[in-house]
């Protein structure tokens, strides 16, 4: 089955500056890739996502790129803002399933 | 409903007790999944609905585990003989429909935190 692994666990940046948040998935089949925004107390909430036939996406500050022969898709956020802090999922389809493999997560810190 | 509903929001239970998690879904919402998340883990998939049926049981991690849905909406967690690995939150989402081609957008609900003490 599908594997995701998420890189850092843990980010801090300076208010302003870019964050950069990298998942690898495994099976390359994996056709729908979302990212999820999780703040303190409620549920994940989808931000962005990406089919496999797009090499990047792009909305306001957030953007995914995504790489089928690496196998490995990205969130970038430009001009973060202390609302930015929360823990960011990526996501992968599981192919010849209705169900997504998410990644551990990774904590978003924006310092004013 | 506006969005997905999970009841309680909070459980405190003694080991070896049942409990039971409950997901509302938005209304006409056709698919529900339900994902674990434990401390500093990712969501862990348990069980996926479409309708009444439960296509998908895989992530269930014991057979003290099992889930219900009725109606095409509300949906039942059941975990019987809580041990303390059981604590984590229990997330329940729903999707309009299932998309063949696996682009389903899910929304999730606050979570019911579960602690067996």
Redesign the interface.
């Given at each position: 089955g599908e594997n995701?692994e998420?890189h850092p666990s843990t980010l801090s940046v300076q208010e302003g500056d870019s964050a950069v948040i990298k998942c690898t998935y495994s099976d390359s089949a994996?056709?729908?890739f979302?990212w999820?925004k999780q703040e303190l107390?409620?549920?994940?909430?989808?931000i962005i996502?990406i089919?496999s036939n797009v090499g990047e996406k792009k909305d306001q500050r957030i953007a995914v790129t995504l790489n089928k022969t690496a196998k490995h898709f990205s969130l970038h956020i430009t001009e973060t803002q202390p609302e930015d802090s929360a823990v960011y999922?990526c996501?992968a389809?599981?192919?010849g399933?209705?169900?997504?493999?998410?990644?551990?997560?990774t904590r978003l810190k924006v310092l004013a | 409903g506006a969005g997905?509903s999970q009841s309680p929001s909070n459980k405190v239970t003694e080991k070896g007790k049942d409990v039971e998690l409950r997901c509302d879904p938005i209304s006409g919402h056709t698919?529900l999944?339900w994902?674990r998340q434990s401390l500093?883990?990712?969501?862990?998939?348990l069980i996926?609905f479409?309708g009444n049926s439960a296509?998908?049981k895989s992530?269930l991690p014991s057979d003290r585990f099992s889930a219900e849905r009725t109606g095409g909406s509300v949906s039942t967690l059941t975990i019987q003989r809580t041990q303390q690995e059981d604590s984590a939150v229990y997330?329940c989402?729903s999707s309009p429909w299932?998309d063949p081609?696996?682009?389903?957008?899910?929304?999730?609900?606050?979570?019911s935190r579960l602690t067996v003490l």
């Open positions: 995701v998420q994996s056709n729908y979302p999820y107390g409620k549920g994940p909430q989808l996502d089919r999922f996501a389809s599981d192919p399933t209705y169900k997504y493999i998410f990644g551990t997560g | 997905v698919a999944y994902y500093g883990q990712g969501l862990e998939f996926y479409q296509p998908d992530g997330l989402a299932v081609s696996g682009a389903n957008v899910l929304t999730f609900g606050a979570g």
